[in-house]
């Protein structure tokens, strides 16, 4: 089946997520390229604007929005949300695409292992308070990065447990954040079945970005650098995202995990509904965010 590369975005407005490198600033490039109105959201003011001027310098009539959020943090997630809220009346696209490798054991100021705050409390929570929004457009589309370590992870109830310094591993951690990902966007869709509003997820392949350099862990180093000879661009890996927010192919295709622009398998463990259900009472309990 050939696959369809998707249409003009003219009239549309797309949210980006870690827009200020790797596949998140491609994404954001080809979708402004296309004719969309992009949100490009970035923790860090200096890489956002850089990542702007480059986008501009090759497209100089696109329209681009930047927004700084540390997204590692309930409370800027929400005010992110209001300030959108109040400067757009709809959103078409949303990527869920900022995400980070952990290195040693971090705890935020709202009390949260880092890598479970960036990767999978703040998806919860801005795909949560943009609904609204999403729903006033024709058809809504939630792309969420995920990543075949999923395989590795498994999520654990207690917030106690996952903060515990004796059982914390960078590998693991980032894993289960993964694996959360993806039940969350099978909880999601079922929850948004009889809406206008589809929600899916993707592996972007194994991917030369800041995500893999960021990492300062001895072990992290070791599995990164033989593995360097196989990665392959940003651009190549963000293209099953730009086909998820752009394709007609996937107009009312819903909860699924793609894989080079088709559905992949995934792990019987992120196709456990029950998990499903009972992480998003979890991710609840932890944002504060029904």
Known sequence: MAISIGSSLIGKTALVTGASSGIGLVTARELARRGARVIMVSRNAEKAERARTAIL?????????????????????????????????????????????????TITSEGHELSWATNHLSVFALTQLLLPLLSEAETGRIVTVASEAHWLGEIELSQEARNAPEKYSWLT???????????????????????????????????NTGLVHAGSSWGMKALWWPAKPFMISPENGAKTSIYLATSPDVTKVSGLYFKNSRPGRSSSRAQNRTDAARLWRISEEETGIE
């Open 57 to 105: 310098f090759s497209s100089p009539h696109v329209q681009l929005d930047v927004r700084l959020c540390d997204l590692s943090l309930v409370a800027n997630v929400q005010q992110l949300v209001q300030d959108i809220s109040r400067d757009y009346s709809k959103l078409d696209i949303l990527i869920n695409n900022a995400g980070i490798m952990p290195g040693p054991l």
């Open 173 to 207: 951690a980032y894993a289960d954040s993964k694996l959360a990902n993806i039940l969350f966007t099978t909880e999601l869709a079922y929850r948004l079945e009889l809406t206008n509003i589809t929600a899916n997820c993707l592996h972007p392949g194994l991917v």
